[in-house]
């Protein structure tokens, strides 16, 4: 695979490249407990934030502009928020809620707050 940034101006070699726009990934499941780590981290500063805001959301990003980010997240992964109001994760597809772990219960619960969107 290659890429072709610029070509230089004025040569004429633009007419030879056709931009198709196709692409070929392999994506992978994210592992629930790979994800889990994640929020564990990120919870550690939970209390910092909370003193600064009253809901704090967390975003998990698969960077698709790299190999390593061509992940989905599988319906049957459920994580414990660690305090965070609401889990999100995100990749070339969109954004969806991360179900968590009702942990009196210990089962699988859709998240009940959105983000703002203003």
Known sequence: MFHVLGLPAGTGLERRWDVM??????VGDLDGQRLQQKINVKAQD?????????????LVVADGSRASGFLDLPPDVAVDRQGFD?????????????????????TAQSPAPKAPTH
């Open 46 to 58: 939970l209390p910092k934030y909370r003193r600064m805001v009253a809901s704090a959301f967390l």
């Open 86 to 106: 609401v889990v999100y994760f995100q990749n070339n597809e969109g954004t969806q809620d991360v179900p968590f772990i009702d942990g009196s219960r210990g």
């Open 21 to 26: 726009n196709n692409t070929v990934d392999w």
